[in-house]
């Protein structure tokens, strides 16, 4: 994690109670990670380490924009997110981060670094479904738009004498022939 050394926290020299980190983070460190789903990225995060004497207590809280592709229309456009984690840190015999709330870190540790749990937070934070504002409220208007409205179907038309196509009334009959 050497491309990271930004994200170390070292804390063993600091006092008990709050400590407050700021991040900014941009596509370099998406593109650390080898995660391309971000066209671009400008998010701020504040981390505030509060050590105790067994114990360090992380809250993170992330505000901020990324760039993304729409899902139906495939526009790039800025998704705003916001994300908090809160991680427990103790101290044990060896390694384990298999619980997703509390790592425990060997004795003899004097830093901890916190790049992975930013960037967890922050893509968790984008909604799975990614719609372009400009979709929603009509006012983007693109080729793949104009498609699929053209794909979307149609509602069932009647007839001009109010009566529907005699091949639908073949098979609604068969639903009440029970």
Known sequence: MKKFKEFDIPFIGLKQGKHQFDYEIGKEFFDAFEYDEFNDA???????????????EFTFESSGTVNVFCDLSNEPYDQEIKGNLHLLVKFGEEYNDENEEVLIIPHGEHQINVAQYIYEMIVLSVPRKRIHPGVEDGSLSTETLKKLEEFQPKEEKENKDGETDPRWDQLKKLLTDK
């Not at 400008?42 to 360090?56: A, E, G, P, Q």
């Open 42 to 56: 400008k998010v701020d995060v504040k981390t505030i380490l509060d050590k105790k004497s067994n114990m360090l």
